[in-house]
């Protein structure tokens, strides 16, 4: 047990719909990482916060969205769902914003139909 | 394009036996490179890193080894167990990454006993 948490578990909706998956760190961990895992693209990464700022973005789309809240539970939210964005989505977390080991947390299944 | 890859998708290997899984990277900037386990349903678990200010570096039964000239990273694991079947991947940060990991795709490991 990685000490991150993910809910829910799994999530399936329908097209066009928007869902909101939520991620804890670890304890004092400031860094939060969302991931995107697909069959044909693997892990990809999609968004890093510090502390409750941005720090960097990689491959999102401008349909999804995330924040960090001050008790620094991250939250990323996933709008206009196509059947493309149906994949694992795992949060890690981390102690600093530099170089390190990522927690990675259970993973959310998404399944858009 | 993918930063970072794998040589080969699927290693068979028997208990007992070393494994190597290899990995070719492309960012010659990058700073760091890590291992993460990925076992079914679950999320990637850290193995072993490395910075690129080093050759080796050992662990419990797992060794990293990084080639900068070639830009090549292997992971050795000793005596290879049932329990080691995992998909596994390598993951880099490039610097102008910030801190997020690019993954390969993947190498599953099978330990047959």
């Known amino acids: 047990d990685s000490g991150v948490t993910q809910t829910p578990k799994h999530l399936i909706t329908a097209t066009g719909q928007r869902v909101t998956l939520r991620c804890s760190p670890r304890?004092?961990?400031?860094?939060v990482y969302w991931y995107q895992q697909s069959l044909d693209q693997g892990l990809q990464f999609l968004i890093h916060?510090?502390?409750?700022?941005?720090?960097a973005k990689g491959n999102i789309l401008e349909r999804f969205s995330a924040q960090q809240f001050p008790d620094l539970h991250s939250e990323l939210n996933l709008s206009s769902l196509e059947l493309g964005d149906s994949a694992l989505y795992f949060c890690?977390?981390?102690?600093?914003?530099?170089?390190?080991?990522?927690?990675f947390g259970p993973g959310t299944r998404l399944t858009v139909l | 394009g993918e930063s970072v890859g794998l040589h080969l998708p699927t290693l068979s290997v028997q208990e007992g036996d070393n494994s190597i899984i290899n990995c070719a990277y492309s960012?010659?900037?990058?700073?760091?490179f890590i291992w993460y386990k990925q076992e079914s349903g679950k999320g990637p678990q850290f193995i072993i890193d490395i910075r690129s200010n080093m050759d080796k570096r050992q662990g419990q039964r797992v060794t990293v080894l990084l080639n900068k000239t070639v830009k090549h990273l292997s992971l050795q694991i000793a005596a290879t167990q049932p329990g080691d079947s995992a998909v596994y991947f390598c993951?880099?940060?490039?610097?102008?990454?910030?801190?997020?990991?690019?993954f390969g795709k993947g190498t599953t490991l099978s330990v047959s006993s």
């Open positions: 916060y510090y502390n409750g700022e941005e720090r």
């Open positions: 993951a880099e940060i490039p610097r102008e990454a910030g801190t997020a990991l690019i």
């Open positions: 960012n010659s900037a990058s700073d760091y």
């Open positions: 304890s004092e961990d400031l860094s």
């Open positions: 890690a977390s981390s102690p600093g914003s530099g170089l390190g080991e990522q927690f």
